[in-house]
């Protein structure tokens, strides 16, 4: 167990390594973001070996944060298996959480495709909208057929940052299919 998490925080490094595109790609604030994802992938690996995942039940929606305003799933990624570690594959999520001053924070999160049900992975705040201080008015996929076979997501967030404007701006999330993130206001 303790080999499979160690590998993982050497892949997820190496990751972190890799050049970012986009508004904040380059700062220090985007690494430290990106490498507390990768602490929180290790526990939640760790929780994830020692217990079994249940299954959804009613109840469970009274436990999701009345913060959260909208979430939208969609893309697919897969990691090829090696000794270590079979392969894996899944989905990405984005979760927009209203703060208390109205505005919104959103995160990305990597989700599993597991026997057990979905498994979070990774989850990172998308710091170019944290700088905004947007109030998010909706987030959609480019696709709502359901997880695309192409790696990678492309998702539009709409918001405002000025609550009273008529129209919100469109910005896009993009994903590609070596995971690269880039966060750019859309071109019309």
Excluded at 16 to 45: E, I, Q
Excluded at 152 to 163: I, Q
């Amino acid at each position: 167990m303790v080999r499979f998490i160690l590998e993982h925080v050497r892949r997820k490094q190496d990751r972190l390594d890799a050049p970012f595109h986009g508004l904040a790609a380059t700062t220090a604030a985007r690494r430290a973001s990106r490498l507390a994802g990768v602490a929180l992938s290790c526990m939640m690996a760790a929780s994830a070996l020692s217990f079994d995942a249940a299954p959804a039940r009613a109840e469970d929606i009274d436990s999701l944060p009345v913060t959260v305003t909208f979430a939208v799933s969609g893309g697919s990624w897969e990691e090829p298996g090696d000794a270590a570690s079979p392969a894996r594959r899944g989905y990405y999520k984005l979760v927009s959480v209203r703060q208390t001053d109205r505005t919104a924070k959103v995160y990305l999160q990597q989700i599993a495709a597991t026997d057990n049900g979905p498994q979070l992975i990774n989850s990172v705040e998308l710091e170019e909208f944290t700088a905004l201080k947007p109030y998010v008015t909706d987030i959609r996929p480019e696709d709502s057929t359901g997880i695309s076979r192409q790696p990678g997501l492309l998702a539009t967030v709409y918001l405002k940052t000025v609550p009273t404007a008529v129209e919100p701006e469109s910005w896009t999330v993009l994903i590609d299919e070596l995971g690269d993130i880039r966060v750019e206001r859309a071109s019309n």
